[in-house]
Nanobody, 127 residues
Framework: QLQLVESGGGLVQSGGSLRLSCAAP????????IGWFRQAPGKEREGVSC????????KIADSVKGRFTISRDNLADTAYLHLNKLNPEDTAVYYC????????????????????WGRGTQVTVSR
């Protein structure tokens, strides 16, 4: 059973940056598409980005386009979400998810196709 672990969250000021990581210790992310999602207090879970395997195709939600980027390092068996120009509205728990069946489009920012989820990492952006 694949277990995903996120890391890299923390407290930053507005305008700051973070890099979140997603890995599966003891397993491999090979052949999985990876999605990143976030959930703010009192809000629904929101898809923010995804990347195919081996990584040619990506999607970025309009709400974060131009500020966030997604990547993966298959030799390191790790996926990343790069958060730049952060603002308080980005405060949320960020989750990574994995699927071997992404459907059409190579990856998805909807959660319906993702089989495995991490426990999340907290990102807090102060004013």
């Amino acid at each position: 059973q694949l277990q995903l672990v996120e890391s890299g969250g923390g407290l930053v000021q507005s305008g700051g940056s973070l890099r979140l990581s997603c890995a599966a210790p003891g397993f491999t992310l090979a052949y999985y598409a990876i999605g990143w999602f976030r959930q703010a207090p009192g809000k629904e879970r929101e898809g923010v980005s995804c990347i195919s395997y081996p990584g040619r195709h990506t999607k970025i939600a309009d709400s974060v386009k131009g500020r966030f980027t997604i990547s993966r390092d298959n030799l390191a068996d790790t996926a990343y979400l790069h958060l730049n120009k952060l603002n308080p509205e980005d405060t949320a728990v960020y989750y990574c998810a994995a699927t071997r069946n992404p459907g059409s489009g190579a990856c998805s920012v909807g959660n319906e196709r993702y089989d495995f989820w991490g426990r999340g990492t907290q990102v807090t952006v102060s004013r």
